[in-house]
Nanobody, 128 residues
Framework: EVQVVESGGDLVQAGGSLRLSCAAS????????IAWFRQAPGKEREGVSC????????SYADSVKGRFTISSDNAKKTIFLQMDSLKPEDTAVYYC?????????????????????WGQGTQVTVSS
């Protein structure tokens, strides 16, 4: 019943911007940790950013800090990932994930085994 669905992936040139969306349903949205992961071909899935919807606290991977911004529209049950100054190494399938544990985001414990609900992924390709 818990569902998250990503959208917004596209092909962009280096230096460009994209905004990804994650629409949620089937759970109490304002008491969850929601995170973005990404997985490039041949590499492990890695955490990118997270937000705790109860208080709006956020964390980021060092590789995207200063370039990506996560936000939440609790009324619409949607989170966004604004990606600016994109680099070719940002190319990956981006996944939205949700979990009720409140302690994940402050310490950036954004690891796949901790998240129970996953979206289908959306492709982001950054050309040089």
């Amino acid at each position: 019943e818990v569902q998250v669905v990503e959208s917004g992936g596209d092909l962009v040139q280096a230096g460009g911007s994209l905004r990804l969306s994650c629409a949620a349903s089937g759970f109490t949205f304002d008491n969850y940790t929601i995170a973005w992961f990404r997985q490039a071909p041949g590499k492990e899935r890695e955490g990118v950013s997270c937000i705790r919807t109860s208080d709006g606290s956020t964390s980021y991977a060092d590789s995207v800090k200063g370039r990506f911004t996560i936000s939440s529209d609790n009324a619409k049950k949607t989170i966004f990932l604004q990606m600016d100054s994109l680099k070719p190494e940002d190319t990956a399938v981006y996944y939205c994930a949700a979990d009720p544990k409140p302690w994940l985001c402050p310490g950036f414990l954004i690891l796949p085994p901790f998240f129970v609900s996953w979206g289908q992924g959306t492709q982001v390709t950054v050309s040089s």
